[in-house]
């Protein structure tokens, strides 16, 4: 199908996009001039959720086959990474509005009530898609999230709910890594030799700080404990098991066994692409923490200590919500065991050519 030339003001229906700043202070006949910035930004954001939308998407299909050729990963990764540079847009659109001052806010801030950017719908299913689970949310105004939608708007949510997420693929992509029972060598015994030395180096260390009196002693030698006792569920599932229930882990056993796997020999060739997609992950996660973290300072600064026009506690919700809303937090608590690369088990040559593009063996020519 041949198509009539467009000008560029049609295909961006520029017209549609400049005529949906409507002022709720000019209706008021009292004209704020920074509610026009506090809209255009809004809407950005809107715009910007849109895009990591058809990105997250994208990546859940691709994620969802029962294997991940590796073209298809490199494209996951790209998409990934795009979703993380739109973020560092988002959070410098909040230097453009803290250009406008807190008493300039108040000038419209009482005209925008009920609304709150609690109700973003695209930002829930941003979450949603990530793999941020109902029961892990903050609750807001004593209800349940979806409540603060109309019924519509809460069947998108609760398709985006059960619907698969990020994570879970994730999840079951960890799962099938073919590298953890590849060969006979025992690696996770002299691994876990390695780290068990780590931890007597920092017993000692801490034995022999002499900026630590004995009460500090105490303390970092019951945080080494701890750290150890969840080193031990890495080779016990059981233990392992009882860790998850207590929301230490949200992984499978598998998945996280690989995970760190793949985080220490990151350098073998085949594990590139891997280690850089769990490396995005961990960005992805970051940046929304940042993000919420900036925002509770930005309404902190604008309205104090103010109920937000949404009825909830303003910087405090959203401050809660930056410690709470984390979904991969379990890559970022795998480094707890990360040895130094010169301490670890040598792999033996025939199992560092599976990593090393000999993996697939190719059919032999007549």
């Not at 029961?135 to 709910?161: C, G, M, P, W």
């Not at 780290?195 to 002499?210: A, G, S």
């Not at 760190?260 to 940046?287: A, G, V």
Request: proline share 4%.
């Amino acid at each position: 199908m041949k198509l009539k030339p467009i000008s560029y003001h049609d295909y961006l229906k520029i017209d549609t996009l400049l005529s949906c700043q409507k002022l709720r202070s000019e209706e008021a006949k009292r004209t704020a001039h920074d509610e026009h910035l506090f809209i255009i930004v809004h809407q950005c954001y809107e715009l910007w959720f849109k895009q990591i939308l058809q990105e997250l998407n994208s990546a859940i299909s691709v994620m969802s086959a029962p294997s991940i050729e590796e073209k298809d990963l490199g494209l996951l990764l790209s998409r990934l990474e795009r979703v993380t540079q739109i973020q560092r847009v988002m959070d410098q659109q909040i230097d453009v509005l803290e250009t406008m001052t807190p008493m300039d806010f108040l000038e419209f801030r009482d005209l925008l009530l009920p609304a709150s950017g609690f109700q973003s719908l695209q930002f829930k299913i941003f979450e949603n898609k990530m793999g941020l689970r109902s029961e892990q949310r903050i609750v807001y105004n004593n209800a349940h999230y979806t409540e603060h939608f109309d019924s519509a708007h809460q069947d998108i949510l609760k398709a985006a709910e059960d619907g698969p997420s990020l994570f879970t693929c994730v999840d079951q992509w960890l799962e099938r890594t073919p590298f953890l029972t590849a060969t006979d060598f025992n690696f996770w015994e002299s691994y876990k030799s390695a780290v068990e030395k780590m931890f007597q180096r920092e017993h000692q260390m801490i034995n022999e700080n002499p900026l630590l009196n004995e009460e500090s002693k105490q303390k970092n030698y019951k945080i080494m404990e701890e750290s150890k006792g969840i080193f031990d569920g890495l080779f016990d599932e059981e233990k392992f098991k009882e860790l998850r229930k207590q929301g230490f882990w949200r992984l499978s056993h598998k998945s996280i066994l690989a995970a760190l796997f793949i985080h220490l020999y990151r350098d073998m060739p085949i594990l590139h692409l891997p280690f850089k997609l769990l490396t995005t992950l961990k960005d992805i996660d970051e940046n929304l923490t940042h993000w919420r973290y900036r925002h509770a300072l930005m309404v902190m600064r604008m309205i104090g200590t103010k109920v937000g026009t949404g009825g909830s506690s303003g910087a405090k919700y959203l401050k809660d919500s930056t410690e709470k809303h984390k979904i991969f937090q379990d890559f970022f608590q795998l480094t707890t065991f990360f040895i130094p690369r010169s301490e670890l088990p040598e792999l033996p040559l025939e199992f560092q050519k599976k990593l090393d593009f000999h993996y697939h063996q190719f059919p032999k020519k007549n």
